[in-house]
């Protein structure tokens, strides 16, 4: 393929690409004879974006589910409506997104008195709860288990229940990262392990899974960190925390630990350096970093992937939900950066929107929603927020990539020079998307605004 006319690092040049790798880049190349070309019109041509941390089961299951939540379901009147209107899947209604401003803590009974008459279950945002109503308990056979429908970090035992009636489908998931120029990304899920990488490799070679992937996962799972979850009512004696953080160490492999509120991140610090840093040991969300754990993640080397797209997403709800004296340490930008700390993103979807462009936009403007300026101190340039999601996935918050000869040909063009996308990064920006040479997502040029 030729790719021509297109901005690469400020100069508007040629870029052929052969057997999945970039070639070369110059100006004026002839096509050869038979050779694709696309047409770039001095879009600029970036290196396909990575998302740092995703669910990519979540994701193909989310696209096929009922928005439960906010700003689709704002409140009790609105749920009730949108069940009762809901066509079933597989014979189950799946609603995923809610939270509790909706309309309470919903339990079996909650959800009886709002649908009866099919399997219900509903995840909550977090994606760490999944409620039921007494069809769905029944049908699971786990009414005696979960009497009150409320099922915790039950996604492995749920999955395997389910697995028969809801096979996993990737193709729209995969097709939705495409359009926005995501190349390859990381899944976070605390319970991958053999199965879960065997999976994405097979569907990786049938051409299913066009991206890059690396799986973060159990104890069972060699090669990439190890996930641990830190749920702050449910926290376990620091000496079993540290305990995985040294096996995982010893087998070579660096950890990834969940911790947003001050408490987990704290806690998470603390027993890796109890243990001792190991160069892949990583952070996942610290939503909220007071200084001294900021100070503390630089001193170990700690990789600390964030989230920048909650502060568009759930920044006015933390605003009103979050301790006061927590409030200044939210979602944190510039304070990682000015510490030292390698900083890298992800979208955590589909607890959050799989967009990368609108998680830049709220890392530079620091927006929420409804417009409140959530820590304007913490705001990054673009070209921060775009590294972010530039990292190789074995270094996410490593050099960026370049658009490069001998580099493979994972790429993301834009419809315009990065002079004028800086100012509006928004995903319509995008235009073609390619996964080792190919062209994997293409559509029409446009100019959004911010």
Known sequence: MLIRGCEVEGRVADVRIRQGRIEGISTKLSAEADEQVLDAGGGALLPGLHDHHLHLFGLAAALRSLPCGPPQIADAEALAQALAQAEPEHGWIRGMGYHEAVAGDLDRAALDALRADLPVRIQHRSGSLWMLNSAALEALEAADRWPDGRLFRADRWLRERLAA?????????????????????????????????????????????????????????????????????????????????????EEN?????????????????????????????????AAVAPPEAIELAAELGITVVLQPGF????????????????????LRGRAWLEAGVPI??????????????????????????????????????????????????????????????????????????????????????VVATLCAGKLVARRSASRPGR
């Open 165 to 249: 009636s809801d096979p996993p489908g990737l193709g729209p998931a995969t097709e939705r990262l495409l359009a926005v120029g995501i190349t390859g990304f990381t899944d976070a899920g605390a319970d991958n392990g053999p199965q879960t990488a065997a999976f994405f490799a097979a569907a990786q070679r049938s051409g299913k899974l066009p991206q890059r992937f690396r799986i973060m996962g159990g104890a069972d799972l060699a090669g990439a960190e190890r996930k641990i979850l830190l749920d702050e009512p449910r926290l376990p004696p620091f000496a079993e925390l540290v305990a995985p953080i040294r096996e995982a160490h």
């Open 253 to 285: 492999r660096g950890v990834a630990i969940h911790a947003v509120t001050r408490t987990e991140l704290v806690m998470a610090l603390g027993a890796i350096a109890e243990a001792g840093a190991h160069p892949g040991d990583r952070i996942e969300h």
């Open 311 to 330: 502060v568009h997403e759930r920044g006015d709800s933390y605003l009103r939900d979050v301790e006061a004296r927590d409030r200044p340490w939210l």
């Open 344 to 429: 890298a993103a992800g979208s955590d979807a589909p607890y959050g929107a799989p967009d990368p462009w609108r998680a830049m936009a709220a890392a530079v403007d620091r927006r929420t929603r409804e417009g409140a300026v959530l820590g304007p101190d913490e705001a990054l340039t673009p070209e921060e927020a775009l590294a972010l999601f530039s990292g190789s996935l074995e270094e996410p918050a490593g050099r960026p990539r370049r658009v490069e000869a001998g580099q493979p040909a994972d790429l993301c063009l834009l419809s315009l020079p990065w002079k004028e996308a800086r100012e509006a990064l928004a995903s319509d920006l």
